[in-house]
């Protein structure tokens, strides 16, 4: 049996015992009329699975049973088939992880091989070119689109590594049935356990739940993964310390949330320095455990020495009290019980600062990360000399290395604030100085004359204090706690603020004014500024997209940005929205869109002479981005490809990519090497025709976009979004601190945000927004001219851009079923209406399903048997759980809906754990 086959067959073979212990766990707590239940609907749906074409009739016969469930029936169904879900998942990470070590270092998208396959390209000039500006930064948010609670995902992570313990044992071996029975207990404590919360999370408990990834995985990944590059790399070439950063959003966007407020933030940043600062610490007792050289066995670096003694002098005292000379004999735990003292007065005073103190912080502590990792530096070179150089480079060096990527802040921290809060804001502050026009009433050319000269004017600043509005304080508040937290923390702590719904040059300018009356930027007189941060315009719509270029323009030819952009670091960020995009015009326009937005972008950027990073705002289901990040990378146009790059990871996407040690580094591996490969790669496959294919884009996106608004805007068509999903139940459940709806009332495409509305028709198997469209553009582009369609083969064959869009497509259109999304329709109040409206979704998803079989020559999924395998996998148990959370949202509508919300957000927690990728 090939090699693939067999570990295929072996991984079926662990899904089914770990199933199977679902199956018993349940039986033994639950009891055999229970059991029973359960197995009677999973039979039902997985017999629906095995005929080419499911039996709608079956099916619904099978949800028919379930219109009278009772509450405690209904819960026990969802907790089980979610408790499924969870070990599918851990049992295929695993066996990834696993098959990934026994392909040793050169497995697919790894160091070595992507090193490999660019081969002359990554000659050891043109890499030491690119390492200054190698960046990547993942940035967590804290959308709700992820249900589990903190215990549940440790719970995972501990069954996580007793399967990956399992992957390679003999069953006939000694420990394997201990190994199976520990498993068992697992899950037999899982099951006993609440998936999900009892009230509605707070932003600390969001804050929480983001600190908790690093703990459980992302220090170690980092480590990993950054002694990987440096081993994979040409000689002579070294890492750059900004290689890899991470991000947040958690505690600093406050677009839509009334809860994060200034308050928020400075404890959002003070929580994440106490959780790293715990780290080090962590660290440096392992490294002293380890580092028990003896002075009459080393030749000590006279520098090192002459360190030691000035260390003496100042904290032998307070580290040893009056057994000064403790350690005398051992250097290096002598140096590591001096660089604890003051990793330990650090951590206090973070402390005291998260408890509400306010005093300086201490002599003895670190000032900043710099200080600590010198010290770290210093104890490495010590080593070098005495001749231990694979010491040094072992956990030391991991150790420094993970201080330059978190420093003392762990992750930058941005803050996201709405155009429109802005605006208003500083209409109310002008409004109160005599003498000026009236802002709003304007043109943008004046208006950004107005500001640009307000900007710039030295002298000091006088707000109307008291008489500012509740809003206008708090954005000024937010403006202030950002510069106390660079005070703290240093500049890197809040890098950016991004600007939401950004249409304009002025409402980049509106937060420049803001911060000049904060404090946060001082003009000094001679046409330079003291500004250490920078500003972010988010542009989310199609015509934002479109109207981007023009507006950075607008904005880099104002000399006083100019120069406060190069008082921020000279670096311009734009951030561009997946999610919204696509709401408003559908995935072909928006994928177009995202795609012209970069390459003008960077076109502008370059002419300008500019340095630039572009900031992804990806999801995790294909309507957002999704998807995988090294194949998203790649699909990226050339000549944006600079070497830096910054993406979200938003909702259930942090679990399935930062759980576990080995899945965290395989993440951070394979987005780095899509960033190799980007930079450095040639730009397109010979005979390539990118004229043509921007052309065929462009009519697609155009007959992609005009189908998509007209679904939307049909008659109806909101009622029945609204209705036949559990959106509006989503609203009950206790899955995130921001409201589901933007402050507009009624039923209206643009008040509703875009992940409610992603996640909304996900959960009813339609997944629409990724792949609506699709079919009608490509069928009616195809009979435009003879030679359409062998385009558009050549185009997924040749162009990354078109392939990762067809290949994810694919992938949300093999996920929905309209025979499972039949099930919510009779929710409809408007039978009629909802008739029609489905027809045009199941016509539409059968079209797609069509044409990209027309594309590709094959079946959905063929390129990726491994993903086809795992999502028939899941299949039958998500028409289950489709088919009760319909029952479920109808009994809830009809009666006591309390009654009703505990046993649909199960629901809602399985579906998403099934699917793996809804928000």
Known sequence: MPYRAERERAMRGCVKLLGGLVGETVRAQEGDAAYAALEALRQGFVAQRQHAKPDTKAIAKLA?????????????????????????NIVEEAWRANERVQADAAWPRSFPETFAQLGAAASAKRVRALLPDLALMPVMTAHPTEARRQTVQRGHRRLYDLVADLVDRDPRGRFYA????????????????????????SVADEIANGLLFFRMALYD???????????????????????LAFGSWIGGDRDGNPNVTAATTLFAMRAQSREVLREYLRRTEALADRLTQSAAYIDLDPTFAARLAADDKRYAASVFGEFTERLQREPYRRKLAYIRFRLQARLDWTQGRLAGGDAPCPAEAYLDAAAFADDLAALRQALRHDGDARLADGQLLDLERLVGVFGFHLARLDVRQEAKRHRDAVQEILA????????????????????????ARPGPVVLLGSALSADTRETLETLRAIAALH??????????????????????FEVLLLARLAGLLEPRGDGTFAMALRVAPLFETIADLEAAPGIVEALLARSAYRAILAASGGLQEAMLGYSDSCKDGGILASSWALHRAQTRLAAVFKQAGIAYVLFHGRGGSHARGGGPTHDAILAGPRDAANGRIKFTEQGEVLSFKYSNRDTAAYELTVALTGLLKKSLGPPYRKGA????????????????????????????????????????????????????????????????????WVFGWSQARLALPAWYGVGHAVASFAKEAPGNLALLRRMHRDWPFFRNLVDNVAMAESKASSEIARLYMPLAQDQVAAKR??????????????????????????????L????????????????????????????????WRHPLLLTVNAIAAGMRNTG
């Open 64 to 88: 028919a049973g379930l219109a009278d469930i009772e509450p405690d029936r209904a819960i026990m169904l969802a907790r089980a088939f979610a408790l499924f879900f969870a070990v599918v």
């Open 178 to 201: 201990d190994k199976v029975d520990a498993i068992r207990d697992e899950i037999a404590t899982l099951w006993k356990t609440d998936t999900v919360r009892a009230e509605r999370l």
């Open 221 to 243: 990944a980092v480590a990993d993964t950054l002694r990987s590059f440096a081993q994979a790399l040409p000689q002579d070439c070294a890492p750059p310390p900004h290689l």
């Open 432 to 455: 109160g100085i005599p003498g000026l026009p009236d802002y709003l009433a304007q043109d943008e050319p004046a208006r950004l004359d107005m500001l640009e000269e307000l900007v």
């Open 487 to 508: 005070a703290e923390f240093g500049a890197k702590s809040v890098e950016t603020y991004v600007v939401s719904m950004a249409g304009s040059a002025s409402a980049v």
């Open 689 to 756: 025709r990118p004229q043509a294919w921007a052309a065929a884009m462009a009519r697609l996106a155009e007959l992609g976009e005009a189908a998509y608004r007209d679904l939307v805007a049909s008659p109806g068509f909101l009622d029945y979004f609204y209705e036949t999903t559990p959106v509006d139940e989503l609203a009950f459940l206790n899955i995130g601190s921001r409201p589901s709806h933007r402050p507009k009332a009624g039923r209206d495409i643009r008040a509703i945000r875009a992940i409610p």
């Open 837 to 866: 409206i489905f027809a045009a979704i199941a016509c539409e998803l059968k079209a797609t399903a069509h044409m990209l079989r027309r594309i590709t020559g094959d079946a959905p999924l063929a390129g990726n048997p491994l």
């Open 868 to 899: 086809a395998l795992s999502l028939d996998r899941r299949k039958p148990y998500l028409d289950a759980m489709n088919a009760l959370q319909a029952a479920l949202i109808a009994r809830a509508r009809k009666a006591d809906g309390a009654a």
